[in-house]
């Protein structure tokens, strides 16, 4: 296990930052910048579907009581020596490893006034983030940028120790319009854009043509609805060609992508976005028929369900091996597919060109497939990490992490996140690059990719992911539920009783009612 650096320049060197505490409204949240206190007030959410192509920016409205913090953009200016930036980051391996390693080096070689030191600790986002809360009462042992599962939005604003990237945009005149509308909703708290760079991700379908093939169904032709997943798995596992066809990481995030994709809420004051959120939603009937169903599918050996356990692949290892046929994952293992192939599998083979032929020479043929819902296809909301600024730094740390997340931002690099990442396109120009067109069509990877980029930029800005500042605990409560029912055969309204009593229970207590 990676240990924590300790970057503490001595007491007199700490600025001051807010000291983490429960909070019972972000509206009128107080940030303490380097300058001092300001005040963020509510203005309105993040954009909505109608201002999918607003030129517009995401920000608080252009008053003295909601102004941003400042961004010390002239701390770098003057500083005298090159200025130094540490970035923890964890969950990530594999060419999406490499791919920002690669990013810290060539900023740090086009460049004389920053260097950015990526630091690894750990295997997964949840082991980040603890090490984040166990240093965040000591500033000075803390990084200056710090990369998150998305679900920590919550708890890095309440916080108070995240420098609004806004700010710096602001103060740079970068327009966050570039951006896809959905990637800056989800990342967005009070109309303002937290994080300086999102690595997006949707979750989608990933199945092996070959079983399909084999089990007389058209490989070209994935199921778009969990309805349809179920008829096909049973048609595979009724040809003999896979023990438990659908490969399942009982994980908390595909339950709220569901819901989500009937228009349904996991907490209540618009999913946590207009105010915090005070009670869970999640308990409905749609959602207790939602486990129900799949726990019908355990029972009749059509899933194959894992524990979500941190750096666990067995769910992978499930399709490897033919035990399944599909599986449900996050579209950034597009990479780890391409790259498990070893190049024994073409392009056009993984897209529409399948034929029997394939078969002699690999036992498996990934093929790609917006997520199946529980009405359509592809009803997604933007997720994965972001890199935050941490405001506990010196100004001029401060402002060589803009200089660093601003350089990814370049549309050169933002491409990279997603050619060799395996990210979404968050930066909109990069859709519209012929390379990236090529990279769609000629790699394994991005054939499978482009599924999560179509759904991505049709998902809707107003349906974005849960804020919940408390979110590891409400993620046990929901994860919890889901492994009583397809793990140990539980009753799917019970299950779900229970967790909406703790979540409940975890706001209260957060929120000091």
Same mark, same amino acid.
């Given at each position: ?106 900023? @740090? ?127 595979? !596992? ?30 209540? @004051? ?24 799949? !726990? ?64 002699? !020479?690999? @036992? ?80 394994? %990877? ?17 349906? %974005? ?45 957060? @929120?000091?009612?």
């Amino acid at each position: 296990m990676t240990s924590v650096p300790n970057h503490s320049a001595g007491p007199d060197a700490e600025p001051a930052y807010a000291a983490p505490r429960p909070r019972s409204a972000r509206r009128g949240l107080a940030l303490v910048a380097m300058a001092g206190v300001v005040t963020l007030a509510a203005c309105g959410g993040p954009p909505t579907s109608g201002d999918k192509e607003a030129a517009g920016r995401t920000t608080v409205a252009n008053s003295q009581e909601n102004a941003l913090p400042e961004c010390p953009l002239d701390a770098l200016e003057k500083a005298s020596a090159p200025v130094k930036v540490d970035l923890w980051y964890g969950g990530i391996g594999g060419s999406t490893q490499k791919t920002l390693e690669n990013m810290a080096k060539r900023f @740090n070689a086009s460049q004389d006034k920053v260097v950015v030191t990526p630091n690894n600790q750990g295997r997964s986002y949840q082991e980040v983030l603890r090490k984040y809360q166990a240093a965040s009462p000591r500033p000075g042992q803390l990084p200056q940028v710090i990369y998150l599962e998305d679900t920590a939005l919550g708890e890095m604003v309440d916080k108070g120790q995240v420098l609004p990237a806004e700010a710096c945009m602001e103060a740079d005149g970068y327009d966050t319009s570039q951006l896809l509308p959905a990637a800056r909703a989800e990342f967005s708290v009070d109309g303002v854009l937290w994080p300086g760079y999102m690595n997006v991700s949707t979750p989608m379908l990933y199945y092996n043509k070959v079983h399909f093939q084999k089990a007389g169904l058209d490989p070209n032709d994935p199921p778009g609805t969990m309805e349809e997943v179920a008829e096909v798995a049973r048609k595979l !596992k009724e040809a003999g060609v896979s023990a438990k066809p659908l490969s399942f990481k009982v994980d908390r995030w595909f339950f709220e992508t569901w819901l989500s994709g009937i228009s349904q809420e996991i907490v209540n @004051n618009g999913n946590g976005r207009d105010a915090p959120a005070t009670e869970a939603t999640f308990n409905t009937p749609e959602a207790v028929d939602l486990l129900a169903f799949l !726990k019908q599918m355990n029972t009749d050996g059509l899933l194959n369900p894992f524990a979500a356990t941190e750096g666990s692949i067995d769910h992978y290892l499930a399709l490897v091996s033919e035990q399944s046929s599909m599986v449900i994952e996050t579209s950034t293992a597009s990479t780890t597919i391409r790259d498990a192939l070893g190049g024994a599998i073409t392009a056009a083979e993984a897209g529409i060109d399948f034929d029997e032929s394939v078969i002699n !020479k690999a @036992n498996l043929v990934p093929g790609g497939a917006p997520y199946p819902g529980i009405k359509s296809p592809g009803k997604v909301f933007a997720s994965g990490g972001a890199f935050y600024i941490l405001n506990t730094s010196d100004p001029a740390q401060q402002a060589a992490s803009w200089a660093f997340l601003k350089f990814m931002l370049q549309p050169e690099n933002a491409q990279e996140w997603h050619v060799n990442g395996s990210y979404l396109p968050v930066v909109k120009t990069v859709l519209e690059e012929e390379s990236v067109a090529t990279f769609w069509e000629t790699d394994v %990877a991005g054939v499978m990719l482009l599924h999560a980029v179509e759904q991505l930029k049709d998902a809707d800005p107003d349906q %974005a992911g849960p804020l919940i500042g408390p979110f590891p605990d409400y993620a046990d409560a929901v994860q919890g539920a889901m492994e009583t029912v397809l793990l140990s055969g539980g009753d799917p309204a019970q299950a779900l009783d229970k967790a909406e009593a703790t979540v409940n229970k975890t706001l209260k207590d957060y @929120n000091g009612n």
